[in-house]
């Protein structure tokens, strides 16, 4: 690589970490991308809290074409789900037509920390290989919150978004069974 096509690729760096994609990942998944029909462990991190107020609840809610979702308990915390029909059936160790569809935490994270939040899931081939898939996530605080759930629409990208929903881009997988 010559001097030119380093300093070239360090300016594109240095501009994708200033950039307001980077700027705005205050709730991010830390796995960027998930196999078309595998399990995909979600490790949600929530980097600070609502303008300098301690975390006290945070929910994520599983898309359509995600399926068998099983958050991880947290010491210190109560985990709470939600389950639900499915829009249609998949086939996973048998017919799958309902299943978690949200998951919440309650506790308390201090502003100054930060913490992971943790799920495994089942990525179906409901998405085609290159869509990104998306997972809004409330973060409450003791007065107020910080809702990620903008998800970009036709013509948008995250970074045109104040508040993106944390998202996976799908890529191709296999038939993994566990």
């Not at 201090?110 to 997972?135: M, S």
Request: proline share 6%; net charge negative; charged share 20%.
């Amino acid at each position: 690589m010559n001097i030119q096509d380093l300093s070239l690729a360090m300016a594109i760096m240095v501009s994708t970490a200033l950039s307001p994609i980077a700027a705005a990942a205050h709730a991010s998944l830390a796995e960027k991308e998930a196999k078309q029909n595998t399990n995909y462990i979600a490790v949600m991190r929530i980097t600070h809290g609502c303008a300098g107020e301690a975390t006290n609840r945070v929910t994520i809610t599983i898309p359509e074409g995600v399926i068998n979702a099983k958050p991880m308990p947290k010491a210190g915390w109560t985990l709470e789900t939600v389950r639900q029909p499915y829009a249609k059936t998949y086939e996973y160790h048998g017919p799958k037509s309902e299943g978690v569809v949200s998951i919440s935490w309650s506790g308390h994270l201090e502003d100054g920390h930060f913490d992971e939040f943790v799920f495994r899931a089942r990525v179906t081939d409901a998405f085609p290989v290159g869509e990104t898939v998306y997972f809004p996530t409330m973060q409450t605080c003791v007065n107020g919150e910080n809702a990620w759930v903008e998800v970009p629409q036709e013509g948008q990208t995250r970074g045109d978004l104040k508040s993106p929903a944390p998202g996976v881009t799908i890529v191709t997988g296999g038939n993994e069974h566990h």
